[in-house]
């Protein structure tokens, strides 16, 4: 069983920053896409933003010019920060491992973004 750790939620007002932090087994992290979804209250789980082992990256729309995403090889972590949140990013935001020639998923136990003033 594959285990992440996850941290850097909270609460923040509109405006704010966060940074999450996913922590991965080097077995998994040196081989696969590692991204960010969300799920907010009533609705499907969306993908944030992914960054393959080469460092390319992708973001969601919604999300551009305002969060980025980054991978620390020495520590096995994806990083995402969250810079002029808004009420809509409230959200549980989960880490995930994508594997691209076996197409496993493994994810993350989630870390709750509360937006609100």
């Known amino acids: 069983q594959v285990q992440f750790v996850e941290s850097g939620g909270g609460l923040v007002q509109p405006g704010g920053s966060l940074r999450l932090s996913c922590t991965a087994p080097?077995?998994?992290?040196?081989?696969?896409?590692m991204g960010w979804y969300r799920q907010a209250p009533g609705k499907q789980r969306e993908l944030v933003s992914t960054i393959t082992t080469d460092a390319e990256t992708n973001y969601t729309d919604s999300v551009k010019g305002r969060f980025t995403i980054s991978r620390d090889n020495a520590k096995n972590t994806v990083y995402l920060q969250m810079n002029s949140l808004k009420p809509e990013d409230t959200a549980v935001y989960h880490c995930?491992?994508?594997?691209?020639?076996?197409?496993?998923?493994?994810w993350g136990q989630g870390t709750q973004v509360t937006v609100s003033s």
């Open positions: 080097r077995s998994i992290f040196n081989f696969y896409i």
């Open positions: 995930n491992a994508y594997g691209p020639y076996s197409g496993r998923n493994y």
